[in-house]
């Protein structure tokens, strides 16, 4: 069982920063593959970004691609999200997720993943 515990949401204005962080419980948190979502109110959860367990691989969704990057510290069992030139759509509650990871591999869909935190709001006013 892995537990996941998100932080580092808040309230921003357009153009500003944010970091998330994710740290997971358990000694083999190195061996899993990270992924962070998010879902704002009324729509399904959508993929942000995904990294392998070894951080060699890294995938990002077309919305947030060059302003937001995914990043591990397997030392420190934590995962992180930098968040720039934040924008109004970029508003929902965001979470992180694992599973177990091969290789290079990154995953992108909720269905891939096994174990999810409870999620952290981040809101972007205009």
């Known amino acids: 069982q892995v537990q996941l515990v998100e932080s580092g949401g808040g309230s921003v204005q357009a153009g500003g920063s944010l970091r998330l962080s994710c740290i997971g419980s358990?000694?083999?948190?190195?061996?899993?593959?990270m992924g962070w979502f998010r879902q704002a109110p009324g729509k399904e959860r959508e993929f942000v970004a995904a990294?392998?367990?070894?951080?060699?691989?890294?995938y990002y969704a077309d919305s947030v691609k060059g302003r937001f990057t995914i990043s591990r510290d397997n030392a420190k069992n934590t995962v992180y999200l930098q968040m720039i030139s934040l924008r109004p759509e970029d508003t929902a509650v965001y979470y992180c997720s694992s599973r177990q990871g091969r290789g290079g591999s990154v995953y992108y869909t909720p269905a891939q993943y096994d174990y999810w935190g409870q999620g952290t709001q981040v809101t972007v006013s205009s």
């Open positions: 358990g000694r083999t948190f190195s061996s899993y593959a």
């Open positions: 990294i392998s367990w070894s951080g060699s691989s890294v």
